[in-house]
């Protein structure tokens, strides 16, 4: 607006397309306005340029380096895109990046690799790349591992969010550091304590005993849909597997469990878990 009224004011009797002409041009020529305001640009069209307060938005796997970026000489071009984006500001710089495309969404994407080591609860890995750019390795940690100490199956477990190897026992079991953003179903992991309370009240122990939070957690971040995923969470050992499985995976799948109580004598109850393989293993 600041712009609009400068320009208005040294130029009486401008009109918009006037205004418009002039933005062009300012745009063409690359210039950062001169005025109070707000620039938005590409990390290309910033090069060059300085502003006291920087804004980097969508760090993002995919979006830097961007997905077209395949080489090793490409990537590279990337990080040093990213290095001038950075180096535009004076004072201020804000990085940041969202996990899911909309609010609420599957948060399926994951923080820019060039930020490994720099990020908040994220560490450097490897030289310069990410142990091959495809996917997060999803927990290993070996079923039957319901300790405190987690056992490892097929090589460190890895944050899901970032990537990182982690060494916490308590991360090992979140399958994910502590400050990485937790991709968790809230509704789920509600539904899962409360299932988790009522089994706790039928079996005369505390809940941490059915499932701990940790674990509970896991699952409603996780959201296993095969009793072999479900395993893989630290916490899952063969024991809760065969008593709880069917129940776990009901709830994670969205369907209504029939209730504890009414459970006894209805017929009809055990037909919400035909197809598991736990249909004989369940009684209470
Ligand atoms: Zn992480």
Redesign the pocket.
Request: charged share 25%; with cysteine; proline share 0%.
């Given at each position: 607006m600041r712009l609009a009224e400068d320009f208005a004011g040294s130029r009486p009797g401008a009109t918009l397309s006037d205004l418009v002409a002039e933005l062009d041009e300012r745009a063409a020529a690359q210039h950062a306005p001169t005025v109070e305001g707000v620039t938005l640009a590409s990390l290309h069209a910033a090069k060059g340029l300085e502003w006291d307060a920087v804004f980097l938005v969508g760090l993002t796997e995919g979006m830097v380096p961007i997905t077209y970026a395949k080489t090793d000489q490409q990537i590279e071009e990337e990080r040093r895109l990213l290095y001038v984006g950075v180096t535009r500001a004076r004072h201020h710089l804000t990085l940041s990046w969202a996990l899911s495309r909309a609010p609420g969404g599957r948060a399926s994407r994951r923080p820019t690799r060039f930020l490994n080591g720099l990020r908040p609860?994220?560490q450097a890995v490897g030289a310069r790349t990410l142990g091959g750019a495809g996917g997060i390795e999803r927990g290993a940690a070996a079923p039957g591992g319901g300790g405190a100490t987690v056992r490892r199956r097929r090589g460190p477990v890895h944050?899901?969010?970032?990537?990182?190897a982690?060494t916490d026992a308590g991360e090992m079991k979140l399958m994910?550091?502590e400050?990485?953003p937790s991709e968790l179903d809230e509704a789920l992991y509600e539904r899962l304590r409360d299932w988790r309370a009522e089994q706790a009240g039928l079996l005369g122990q505390p809940a941490y005993c059915v499932f701990t939070d940790k674990t509970l957690l896991a699952i409603a971040e996780a959201v296993p849909e095969t009793a072999s995923e479900l395993a893989r969470i630290a916490g899952v050992g063969r024991r809760k597997l065969d008593r709880f499985g069917a129940d776990v995976l009901a709830l994670c799948a969205g369907r209504e469990l029939p209730s504890a109580v009414d459970d006894e004598g209805d017929d009809g109850a055990g037909g919400s878990h035909s197809g598991d393989p736990w249909q004989n293993s369940t009684e209470k």
């Open positions: 609860g994220s944050c899901r969010v970032c990537g990182r982690l994910r550091c400050g990485c």
